[in-house]
């Protein structure tokens, strides 16, 4: 092997750690996130929430369950605010090693908060203490994730490596809900409300140290080492990145809110909570459905991704959007009818409008922004994003189903959202394997940004 070839095979290896190990890392993350979502769908109401239900019905208890989903999301857009000034400052690495601790960290400890039987308000209370901190976390991890992987990759890969953070989102949720199926499975009613929920939040501590060990072994981006060496690094970058970025994170907001409500229809627990507590089915099979659907997300979200790489990343969000629209109501449709194998199909056909409107975003998203803003400008169109889309959404499903009688109402709802993302789409500037680094100057800002740092 030729020197040439050799250093070609090195630089692939490496490629290969990096995406690796932010798949692993945000698989964590991610794992931690949804199994709060699918408790919160089948044992936080009863537990911690009941006093609620005692006095205003069982439908407020849900609503408030879910409500707790949402408050995490609303300290998204402050993790990602500060993940991304000092990522941007002073490197992507040490964000995503943070980040990972102070999920893991949050989750674990809501495995071990007594509920309200027990300590009475406080259990609610630590519960959403916990739930803001997942939410600080999941902010500055996705950002930073996004970038290792998209400014390691090769400029023609970009999509396919990018993918890699993306299906962690997926395969955490498929982890997630398997764990939580096995412990359904294997426990009694009583077993699964008195200690079994919590097995899923304690395996935590457990994954956060296998994610730790990879991490650490993970370089730098290089994109930010040539960028702070052309350069130097901007003082305020959250500053900068809204004085001449500010229209590339609401077109990053919208396209990403339209994908996560349609998402968290089924990941945030709502198909979970609406096909239990509402259609009366059992819970194991909604929660093997879920899986099945996970598996499927998977997939296409990779595809999304590396079809991204061959015609353009705002044209496979398109595609994406296309087919949530055609298939919202009849999604719903199916999954009224509890036949389990034409709510199997309702699911896995809708996980294809979600994996092709979120593969391609790692990489548009930091094809959107200059190198020296770009862990801000990304962090924060995911994190105002999820607020805008998934943050709220199973409660506002929840609510919508109960005030109109109908699943029409929330069919509506994501046709509303899913409209709003499809012409954000049609707004972006497609930069499909154009430069990342301090010279690329056709970046949106990148010109008044080199001349105020010059300044």
Do not use: C
């Not at 996130?33 to 208890?61: D, K, M, Q, R, W």
């Not at 999920?103 to 959403?128: E, H, K, N, Q, R």
């Not at 997939?299 to 296309?322: C, H, P, W």
Request: no cysteine; charged share 15%; glycine share 12%.
């Amino acid at each position: 092997m030729s020197d040439r070839e050799h250093t070609r095979e090195r630089s692939r290896r490496d490629h290969r750690r990096v995406a690796v190990g932010t798949l692993i890392g945000t698989t964590i993350e991610w794992y931690d996130f949804f199994i709060y979502a699918n408790a919160a769908a089948l044992v936080l109401t009863p537990l911690f929430f009941e006093p609620f239900v005692a006095s205003y019905g069982e439908l407020a208890g849900r609503l408030i369950s879910f409500a707790t989903v949402g408050v995490s999301f609303i300290f998204r857009p402050l993790g990602a605010a500060v993940a991304g000034h000092f990522g941007d400052k002073l490197g992507r690495k040490a964000m995503l090693v943070l980040t990972l601790v102070l999920m893991g960290g949050a989750t674990t400890a809501i495995g071990l908060v007594p509920s309200f039987d027990s300590i009475g308000m406080w259990g609610p209370i630590l519960l959403i203490v916990l739930r803001v901190l997942q939410g600080f976390s999941a902010g500055g991890e996705w950002g930073g994730a996004a970038l290792m992987a998209v400014e390691h990759a090769p400029a023609d890969q970009r999509g396919r490596y990018g993918g890699f953070p993306q299906i962690g989102v997926p395969i955490g949720m498929l982890i997630a809900t398997a764990v939580l199926s096995i412990v359904t499975m294997t426990t009694s009613e009583q077993q699964f409300l008195d200690w079994g929920w919590r097995v899923p939040f304690l395996l935590s501590v457990v994954l956060v140290v296998v994610g730790m060990a990879i991490r650490l072994g993970v370089a730098e981006s290089p994109v930010f080492a040539e960028a702070e060496d052309a350069k130097p690094a901007v003082r305020l970058p959250l500053v900068q990145m809204f004085r001449f970025n500010g229209p590339q994170v609401l077109q990053g907001a919208l396209t990403f809110a339209a994908n996560n409500a349609a998402g968290y229809m089924v990941t945030g627990g709502y198909v979970l909570s609406y096909t239990t507590a509402e259609l009366g089915m059992d819970r194991s099979t909604i929660l093997n459905l879920v899986t099945l659907t996970s598996a499927a997300w998977v997939v296409t979200t990779m595809s999304g991704a590396i079809l991204s790489d061959r015609i353009g990343r705002t044209a496979v969000y398109k595609i994406g959007f296309a087919v949530l629209l055609i298939w919202v109501f009849p999604m719903f449709w199916l999954i009224d009818t509890k036949s389990v194998v034409l709510m199997g199909l309702a699911m896995l056909v809708f996980s294809i409008g979600i994996g092709f409107s979120y593969g391609p975003q790692a990489a548009m998203l930091a094809e959107m922004f200059p190198a020296h803003v770009r862990y801000s400008g990304a962090g924060l169109s995911y994190a105002f994003g999820a607020i805008l889309g998934g943050a709220f959404a199973p409660m506002i499903a929840t609510w919508l189903q109960a005030a109109f009688g109908s699943t029409m109402a929330v069919s509506g709802y994501l046709f509303g959202l899913t409209v709003i993302g499809m012409i954000a789409a049609f707004t972006i500037k497609d930069r499909t394997g154009k430069s990342l680094g301090a010279d690329a100057l056709d970046i949106p800002g990148a010109a008044k940004l080199s001349a105020a740092i010059d300044r």
